[in-house]
C-alpha cells in the first residue's frame, strides 16, 4: 500500500478574526492556502468541550476507501467524532480520535496541488502518546506509514519513531 500523508491542515476555533491576526503576525504572511484553512469551531465541539485545535487531514481515497479506513481506525482503538458523516460537494470526511486522544481527519477530497511554487506550510508533525507501539501499529496499519528511524530521548520522553514515506509496505 502506498503510504497516505496529511494534505490539509484546518485551524478549528472560537476566534477566527483573532487566530488569523495572530498567525498572519508570527509567520510574517498570510498562512492560508490550498493547504490550510480556518474555520470556526462547530457548536456541538464547543459544548462538548473541545479546545480550538487544528486539524490534518489525511487524504484516502473515495467515501468507500474513507469508510473503509474510519472502521478499520474505530476497530484498532480509535473513535469516531461528531455526528454521522455526510458527504459535502461529494466529498466525505470523518473526524476521528486515536487512543492518546489526538484527532485528524480522513477524506476523499484530493490532496491539493496548490499554486505554482506554493508549499504546504507544515514541515514538521509531532504526535506525542504514553503508547507508542499501539499507537504506531493503529496508524501504521491504517495508513501504510512504514518505520524509519526510531531514536531513544530518554528520561520521561521515552522514544521518537519516525516515518518513511517512500512507497512500501507498512512495517
Do not use: C, N
Amino acid at each position: 500500500m502506498e503510504p497516505l500523508r496529511f494534505s490539509r491542515f484546518d485551524l478549528r476555533t472560537t476566534d477566527v478574526e483573532g487566530a488569523r491576526a495572530f498567525y498572519d503576525a508570527v509567520v510574517g504572511q498570510s498562512l492560508w492556502g490550498s493547504f490550510t484553512a480556518l474555520w470556526p469551531l462547530h457548536e456541538r465541539a464547543i459544548a462538548a468541550g473541545a479546545p480550538a485545535h487544528w486539524m490534518g487531514a489525511v487524504s484516502v481515497g473515495t467515501p468507500d476507501d474513507v469508510t473503509a479506513r474510519a472502521h478499520e481506525f474505530v476497530a484498532g482503538g480509535g473513535q469516531q467524532l461528531g455526528p454521522p458523516p455526510a458527504r459535502q460537494d461529494g466529498i466525505l470526511r470523518i473526524h476521528l480520535r486515536d487512543p492518546s486522544g489526538a484527532i485528524l481527519a480522513f477524506t476523499s477530497s484530493p490532496a491539493p496541488v496548490g499554486a505554482p511554487g506554493e508549499r504546504a506550510p507544515v514541515g514538521f508533525l509531532q504526535l506525542q502518546t504514553k503508547d507508542l507501539e499501539r499507537e504506531w501499529a493503529l496508524y501504521s496499519r491504517t495508513l501504510g506509514w512504514s518505520a524509519g528511524e526510531r531514536r531513544e530521548i530518554g528520561g520521561d520522553f521515552g522514544a521518537m519513531q519516525t516515518i518513511d514515506w517512500s512507497a512500501g509496505s507498512a512495517d
